[in-house]
């Protein structure tokens, strides 16, 4: 009789797999070794929609499709998860209506646990803000305006 493969599943790979999960604001994630090979996933169960949240959904959708077409927009260079203040406790980088310089930190994206600034490429007003703390943010997603 041939000898079946090992089926024990490691509870606590799980779990720090779960915790990345809900950590990134990812909704599967995937690890294994040579022999064996994991995969994660997240799923929510979807309230029914009503006619109240279609109009918020199609404004929103509007505004970001706008935004990518704006000469002043900055766009996320990476897929992760946006914090715009440096740390919980402290106000946030940039508000509506603030001056920055080039150059100035705008935000920072969380990417496989490194925070990486993302700076002003130019000098202006910052006229909108389209994300908020601990969005998911994919490459070339619109994130304000500078104007």
Request: proline share 9%.
């Amino acid at each position: 009789m041939a000898k079946s493969p090992k089926t024990d599943i490691d509870a606590g790979l799980v779990r720090k797999l779960a915790d990345l999960l809900d950590e990134t604001g990812l909704t599967e994630i995937e690890y294994g070794g040579k022999d064996w090979h994991l995969r994660v996933a997240k799923t929510t169960a979807a309230k029914p929609a009503t006619a109240g949240d279609a109009q918020p959904v199609s404004e929103w959708q509007s505004v970001a499709e706008a935004a990518i077409d704006h000469p002043g927009v900055v766009v996320s260079p990476m897929v992760g998860v946006v914090y715009i203040t440096p740390d919980p406790d402290s106000p946030p980088f940039v508000k509506v209506g603030d001056e920055v310089g080039e150059g100035d930190t705008l935000l920072l994206i969380e990417a496989m646990k490194v925070f990486n600034p993302i700076k002003a490429p130019k000098a202006g007003k910052v006229t909108r803000i389209l994300v908020g703390n601990g969005t998911p943010v994919e490459f070339g997603e619109p994130l304000m305006i500078i104007e």
